[in-house]
């Protein structure tokens, strides 16, 4: 049996799940994320050492941590650099729609500025038509009708 300087398995992971709730663990770097895995590292023993089937409290109080302070664990480094770049993609495709839209409405704006033309081109041809064809004679103003 082990002596009194030796802690069991599980005062060892015990040990260092409580080491790395409080953030800071002695064989991992700062920041690793509470998981079974890095509490069994932590422990210095196999990730595979600390099993369900002979630690099951010690392996449910883990989950149970985890599950409930999911929120607070901070972003890997590999999972900023992935959300960034999916932002950028993001913002890419964005742009990419809006030019498209630009080039849209410029190809519109151009149709009416041609047709804007031509319409302004027949109403002078037909100012011009109208003028030709009305009679040059003077108008002849008309008189109110006396009250008798």
């Not at 030796?6 to 690793?32: I, V």
């Not at 849209?104 to 002078?124: F, K, P, R, W």
């Amino acid at each position: 049996m082990a002596g009194s300087s030796k802690n069991t398995a599980e005062e060892r992971f015990r040990e260092a799940f409580e080491r790395l709730k409080l953030g800071k663990p002695t064989k991992l770097p700062k920041g690793t994320p509470l998981s079974q895995n890095n509490v069994a590292k932590e422990a210095g023993c196999d990730p595979s050492a600390l099993r369900k089937a002979r630690f099951p409290s010690m392996v449910a109080e883990i989950q149970h941590y985890v599950e409930m302070h999911k929120e607070d664990v901070p972003d890997s480094k590999r999972q900023q650099i992935l959300k960034k770049r999916r932002r950028n993609r993001d913002t890419k495709e964005m742009i990419s729609d809006l030019k498209r839209q630009r080039d849209i409405s410029a190809g519109l704006i151009s149709d009416a500025n041609l047709l804007i033309v031509d319409m302004s081109e027949e109403i002078s041809d037909l100012r011009r038509k109208l003028d030709e064809l009305m009679p040059s004679a003077a108008t002849i103003p008309f008189s109110k009708p006396r009250n008798e």
